[in-house]
Nanobody, 122 residues
Framework: QPQVEESGGGLVQAGGSLRLSCTSSGFDDYALGWFRQAPGKEREGIACMNWRGDITVYADSVKGRFTISTDNDKRALYLQMDSLKPEDTAIYYC?????????????????WGQGTQVTVPS
């Protein structure tokens, strides 16, 4: 049974940092991606790692502040978030498309975690 699970969310002041983790099980050699959904907004693709471990960052708003990395067996995907802003407040989701390659859009992903809340007060 393919599964992904997020952890590491919380409340942090503007300018602070958080590290989110996504762990996967039940599948190998598939892509993993990070999305986020702010209140009243659609789910937004942040980044994706394909089966080879190549990472693509989609969201221009996080470039230069967020760093995405993986581990040796590519079953985890980490999101290091620095210089956090109030507009980063959202539920952050890890998704797996059960395909090897990445796409930016939500419908491509079939397996989701429960999400982890990140709150940056203004």
């Amino acid at each position: 049974q393919p599964q992904v699970e997020e952890s590491g969310g919380g409340l942090v002041q503007a300018g602070g940092s958080l590290r989110l983790s996504c762990t996967s099980s039940g599948f190998d050699d598939y892509a993993l991606g990070w999305f986020r959904q702010a209140p009243g907004k659609e789910r937004e693709g942040i980044a994706c790692m394909n089966w080879r471990g190549d990472i693509t960052v989609y969201a221009d708003s996080v470039k230069g502040r967020f760093t995405i990395s993986t581990d040796n067996d590519k079953r985890a995907l980490y999101l290091q978030m620095d210089s956090l802003k109030p507009e980063d407040t959202a539920i952050y989701y890890c998704g797996a498309p059960l395909h090897r390659n990445c796409r930016e859009y939500e419908a491509y992903f079939s397996t989701w975690g429960q999400g982890t809340q990140v709150t940056v007060p203004s």
